[in-house]
């Protein structure tokens, strides 16, 4: 489908170039025609059958001169300075040439446009040596240097442009992976380290406390699978699904609790503390505030060894802020030594927040972030 829909587009613009160019030979048709005999009779200069012929010949193969552009300019010059050999008037004919340069110009490289350009204007300076007029070598060659010069330069304004695209497109395709890397790091990397952590309580208890452990096996049961649901989630939002599909399973503040209960079950309490009237936020500021505290408790449980965190959330009318403490070594490397506190940081900043994290002055380790409501 995809095939066939590029290909019905690829003729499309081929057809629109065709019926473009065809309009435009035809404009220079009737101007040509119905203005090489006025021309004629104001330089009192010869206008015959064959003025005309010359004048559609140059005229129509403007039809081909996208498709073939030295073709066309080949064609246009030597139609051109026959014309002007035989001392028919300077006129409309002189616009088809020009338009045949520009075209080369445009549509080729520079080296072969200027060749080919260099080589025309040879071409239509032949009259200047049979009429003995050595001045107009400098005229004739602004019919040539003109054209081209403004061919080169639209030719390299739009490569130009299309290097910016593709650069932009590049950078947006970088940036979309990065994302991506970033949710399954967030999603897959607390679910692991919860998994793990239940795994080791599991198997301390196992021989001594088996309706313990057996605790301990349902909770990795439950948390693989959540970790799976939003694994899925954020896979289907990448994937691009229907908006209604994935809304509602969207990580969010609304789920703090099922994470902080996921985050007791492996042995580190956690005190959830709200300041300010708790209230729906934007979907990418309240994703970007999940995430600041899920991986800042995924760290507590990797690199804090015994401890307790606290969470405070503060809402105020133009921002949101997130602050998680915990109460576990402090050592400023150890926590998100990784790329957690990395990923966090640009996932704040790129909203245009504020992140810091380090040492708290109590002791353990501190996360706060601020994020700015539209």
């Keep these: 489908m995809a095939a066939r829909s590029e290909a019905r587009t690829a003729m499309s613009d081929s057809l629109r170039r065709w019926v473009a160019d065809g309009l435009l030979a035809l404009v220079l048709l009737v101007i040509g025609i119905g203005g090489t005999g006025p021309a004629g009779e104001g330089q009192d200069r010869p206008v015959t059958a064959f003025t005309y012929v010359l004048v559609v010949i140059v005229a129509l193969s403007l039809v081909v001169r996208r498709r073939w552009p030295l073709v066309t300019l080949g064609i246009a010059a030597a139609g051109t300075s026959l014309y002007l050999v035989l001392q028919y008037p300077y006129g ?5 040439f020009m338009v045949a340069t520009y075209t080369a110009a445009r549509h080729l490289p520079l080296k072969p446009a200027a060749i080919a350009a260099g080589i025309a204007l040879v071409v239509l300076s032949v009259h200047t040596f049979t009429d003995g007029n050595i001045e107009g070598l400098v005229p004739g060659a602004a019919w040539v240097v003109v054209p081209f010069a403004v061919g080169v330069t639209v030719r390299l304004s739009r490569e130009a442009a299309a290097r910016t695209r593709d650069d932009l497109a590049r950078q947006y395709a970088d940036e979309e992976r990065l994302r991506v890397a970033q949710e399954v790091h967030d999603v897959v990397g607390h679910g692991l380290s919860a998994i793990n952590m239940q795994a080791e309580i599991a198997l ?41 599909e994935t ?20 042995g580190v309490p956690v005190t959830v503390e709200v300041t300010g009237e708790r209230r729906d936020l934007p979907a990418v500021i309240d994703l970007a505030a999940y995430r600041v ?10 690199h804090a060894g015994a401890a307790t965190a606290t969470v405070r959330l503060t809402y105020l009318p133009k921002e949101v802020s997130v602050e998680v403490l915990d109460t576990g070594r402090g050592v400023p490397g150890a926590p998100g030594g990784g790329h957690g506190l ?33």
């Design 92 to 96: 409309p004919i002189l616009l088809a």
């Design 204 to 244: 301390h208890l196992l021989d001594k406390r088996p309706e313990q452990a057996e605790a301990a096996l349902t909770a990795i049961s439950r948390t693989s699978r959540e970790a799976l649901d939003e694994l899925r989630v954020t896979l289907a939002l990448v994937r691009r699904t229907r908006e209604g």
């Design 342 to 374: 990395v990923g966090m940081r640009e996932r704040v900043a790129a909203l245009g927040g504020e992140f810091t994290a380090g040492p708290a002055e109590s002791g353990g380790f501190r996360v706060y972030a601020t994020l700015p409501l539209p």
């Design 247 to 266: 809304r509602a399973a969207t990580a969010g503040l609304a789920r703090l609790d099922d994470l902080v209960a996921r985050m007791s079950e492996t």
């Design 293 to 302: 505290v899920q991986e800042s408790l995924t760290n507590v449980l990797r």
